[in-house]
């Protein structure tokens, strides 16, 4: 009997499930029916439940040196604050966004009210060089990417 590729995985992840002791019933009978009737996923499921054994069997170890994380020093009030300052911060941009657009008034937004998009500042050939962009090829103000001529 041939299963899929994807069929096996689910399989496999059931197995660790499993182990775990995180599977329902129907669904831990649907994997040893598998089991019993898939030679790879049957050996799979033997070799990880003699590792997870062995795993679980094992006496911890100490670590050579000592560590401590840092403690984080907050108080209560600052959780709370922060909260505020971010709905605050979120309700004054969206106010602003819906009143640049109109939907503040009962008016549609006109086409003069909307300011004309700025274009981005021309760079030096220096500060073309010092972020890599001298080496791309260039473009016209359309945006095509304008080739060097090359005599034959």
Same mark, same amino acid.
């Given at each position: 009997? /041939?299963? @899929?590729?994807?069929?096996?995985?689910?399989? %496999? !992840? @059931?197995? @660790?499930?499993q182990l775990d002791g995180e599977l329902r019933e129907h669904e831990l009978? /649907? *994997? !040893?029916m598998h089991v019993s009737v898939c030679p790879a996923c049957s050996a799979w499921a033997e !070799?990880?439940?003699?590792?997870?054994? =062995?795993?679980?069997e094992?006496?911890?170890?100490?670590?050579?040196? +000592?560590?401590? *994380?840092?403690? %984080?020093? =907050?108080? %209560?009030? #600052?959780?709370?604050?922060?909260?505020?300052a971010a709905a605050a911060a /979120?309700?004054?941009?969206?106010? #602003?966004?819906?009143? /640049?657009? +109109?939907?503040g008034s009962g008016q549609p937004a006109r086409s003069s009210d909307v300011s004309p998009q700025v274009s981005a500042?021309?760079?030096t050939g220096l500060e073309?060089?010092?972020? +890599?962009l001298d080496s791309l090829p260039a473009r016209s103000p359309a945006g095509v990417v304008l080739r060097p001529f090359r005599a034959l």
């Open positions: 009997m /041939s299963f @899929s590729a994807t069929e096996c995985a689910r399989v %496999r !992840e @059931s197995i @660790s499930a009978d /649907s *994997l !040893e !070799e990880v439940q003699d590792l997870t054994h =062995r795993l679980r094992a006496q911890l170890a100490e670590p050579a040196i +000592g560590f401590a *994380l840092p403690r %984080r020093r =907050r108080t %209560r009030a #600052s959780a709370p604050v922060a909260l505020v /979120s309700f004054v941009a969206v106010l #602003s966004a819906s009143h /640049s657009l +109109g939907l500042p021309v760079l073309e060089q010092r972020l +890599g």
